[in-house]
C-alpha cells in the first residue's frame, strides 16, 4: 500500500461544476499536507498548504485535512476550463529540525468542459 | 533567477550512456530535491540535500544514480548506463523554508524529459 493514496481520475466535469478532489494516507507521521497543480510539461506548482485539520480557504480553492480519517481533500468552486490539470496532494513528516521530501499522491487528471 | 531551472529541457540517450542532469535552485534556497515522474506512477523521491548536512539518499532506485550539490547551490543528477526502465521526467525542487512556516512549500522547475533508446 503507498502512504499516500489518490485516484488517477480521469475527472470530467462541466464548467462551474464544484469539483471535489481526494486523497487517503496511512501514515501518522505525515504532519504537512499540500495540493499541487501541474499543467502538460510543467512542474508542479504549489496550490495550498495545511497543517492542522480543518478548512483552508483561498480565492476558488478550499483545502480540508480531516487527521482522524486521514482523509485530504481539495476543493474547487466554478470551475474553469484554465482549473483542467493535474492536481497532486503531498504530504510531509518533519523529523528534528528539517523535513523529509514530499510523498506524493499518484495525481488526479481533472479535465473542466466548457 | 526567479526560479528553479533545469537543463537540458530534454535529453535523449543511447541505452548504457551516461546522463548528467543540471538543477540551478532559487538563489538562497537551503534545500533541494530530486524527484523522478513516469507515468502512471507519480512522484518518486530521489534524493534530498539540506544546507552542509549528508544527503539523505534513501529513494535513489540504484547505484546507477548519484548525485552532488556544489557549494550548497547547483546540483547535478548522474545516471550511468542508463536503461529504458530510466526514462521519465527528472524534476528538480527547492525550498528555503522551515515546514512549520505558514509559507511552506517546494518550488520545482520545469524538469528535464529523458528518454533511453
Known amino acids: 500500500q503507498k502512504e499516500v493514496e489518490q485516484d488517477p481520475g480521469p475527472l470530467s466535469v462541466p464548467e462551474g461544476a464544484i469539483v471535489s478532489l481526494n486523497c487517503t494516507y496511512s501514515n501518522s507521521a505525515f504532519q504537512y499536507f499540500m495540493w499541487y497543480r501541474q499543467y502538460s510539461r510543467k512542474g508542479p506548482e504549489l496550490l495550498m498548504y495545511?497543517?492542522?485539520?480543518g478548512n483552508k480557504e483561498d480565492g476558488r480553492f478550499t483545502a480540508q485535512v480531516d487527521k482522524s480519517s486521514k482523509y485530504i481533500s481539495l476543493f474547487i468552486r466554478d470551475s474553469q476550463p484554465s482549473d483542467s490539470a493535474t492536481y497532486l496532494c503531498a504530504a510531509v513528516k518533519v523529523r528534528g529540525g528539517g523535513a523529509d521530501g514530499l510523498t506524493f499522491g499518484k495525481g488526479t487528471h481533472l479535465i473542466i468542459q466548457p | 533567477g526567479a526560479g528553479v531551472s533545469q537543463s537540458p529541457s530534454n535529453k535523449v540517450t543511447e541505452k548504457g550512456k551516461d546522463v548528467e542532469l543540471r538543477c540551478d535552485p532559487i538563489s538562497g534556497h537551503t534545500a533541494l530535491y530530486w524527484y523522478r515522474q513516469s507515468l502512471g506512477q507519480g512522484l518518486e523521491f530521489l534524493i534530498y540535500?539540506?544546507?552542509?548536512?549528508?544527503?539523505?539518499k534513501s529513494g535513489l532506485p540504484s547505484d546507477r544514480f548519484s548525485a552532488e550539490r556544489t557549494g550548497g547551490s547547483v546540483s547535478t543528477l548522474t545516471i550511468q548506463r542508463t536503461q529504458q526502465e530510466d526514462s521519465a521526467v527528472y524534476l528538480c525542487a527547492s525550498s528555503s523554508l522551515s515546514p512549520r512556516s505558514t509559507n511552506y512549500g517546494y518550488t520545482f522547475g520545469s524538469g528535464t524529459r529523458l528518454t533511453v533508446v
Open positions: 540535500f539540506q544546507g552542509n548536512s549528508a544527503p539523505d
Open positions: 495545511t497543517y492542522s485539520s
